[in-house]
């Protein structure tokens, strides 16, 4: 692509999340492009989120680790995206969308960082991760299908444009976590007031650190550390719940970590 079609693709994906509209001919951008060049345009694509007042760069979300993701989104293993301080809620929380966009909601385990993650000249490892952490967080993670048929969309599409995301909403962080077994722990999702999705911890890549290990070496390829403070999504624990009716009470439960709550509505 040259540079004047990157300025392109940019300004249209973003400004179609940005506004919150579907995009009306999604399956040719990209087409023939791989992942990596999707990696180059969303790092644009923060840049460009920045500069139209979404924040900064907040953390990282973590999409398809779990087996039945992957098979759902038709993806080989995980893939990440940005995500921006304007786009980090705390519980509880309410949230704009609009219907066209096909909203759903994730319940995942967040994890904090409380030291840098500096260059390290051999991959990262759980151990490694693990004593930079210093909270676990209950968490949900709002995507949006903007693509309309996201199966005939190009990976490389899907990951410049954050893989789905369009907001995370974070409940209270648990700073005595070591002693919770986080493959066993259970989640589970509601939509109003009916339990809807279950998932366990294992179904995030066998353990929800692994995650983090897979970002850490990840982003050690494009040169990029993680750091203090920031918040990674490590996907979600359970199938994607796709929204069809507003307002709507979401509501998800982790055992051992607590809970998160957001309520949807429809365009404001």
């Given at each position: 692509m040259t540079t004047e079609e990157t300025d392109r693709l940019v300004e249209l994906l973003g400004r179609a999340r940005l506004l919150g509209?579907?995009?009306?001919?999604a399956v040719p951008l990209?087409?023939?492009?791989?992942?990596?060049?999707?990696?180059?345009i969303q790092t644009r694509i923060a840049v460009w989120f920045s500069a139209h007042g979404q924040g900064e760069l907040a953390g990282y979300k973590i999409g398809a680790t779990a087996k039945g993701m992957q098979e759902v989104l038709g993806v080989p293993g995980p893939v990440y995206g940005h995500i921006l301080s304007g786009k980090m809620l705390q519980?509880?929380?309410?949230?704009?969308?609009?219907?066209?966009?096909?909203?759903?909601?994730?319940?995942?385990?967040a994890f904090r960082l409380g030291d840098d993650l500096p260059p390290s000249p051999s991959p990262f490892t759980r151990d490694h991760v693990a004593r930079c952490i210093d909270a676990v967080i209950p968490a949900i993670e709002i995507v949006e299908n903007r693509y309309g048929d996201f199966r005939n969309c190009s990976i490389a599409l899907l990951t410049a444009d954050d893989f789905f995301h369009k907001a995370c909403v974070l409940g209270e962080p648990v700073l005595d976590w070591r002693g919770i077994d986080l493959p066993d722990i259970v989640g589970r999702t509601s939509v109003n007031g009916e339990w809807v999705e279950t998932g366990r911890g294992r179904d995030v890549l066998g353990h929800p650190l692994d995650a983090v290990v897979w970002l850490a070496n990840k982003l050690a390829e494009r040169d990029v550390c993680l750091k203090a403070g920031q918040i990674i999504m490590t996907g979600s624990m359970t199938p994607v719940h796709w929204i069809n009716r507003y307002p709507s009470e979401i509501n998800i439960e982790i055992s051992g970590l607590g809970d998160s709550s957001v309520t949807l509505t429809g365009p404001s």
């Open positions: 509209q579907p995009l009306a001919d990209l087409a023939t492009a791989d992942g990596e060049a999707g990696y180059d519980s509880p929380a309410k949230h704009a969308c609009n219907p066209d966009c096909r909203p759903g909601v994730e319940c995942e385990i």
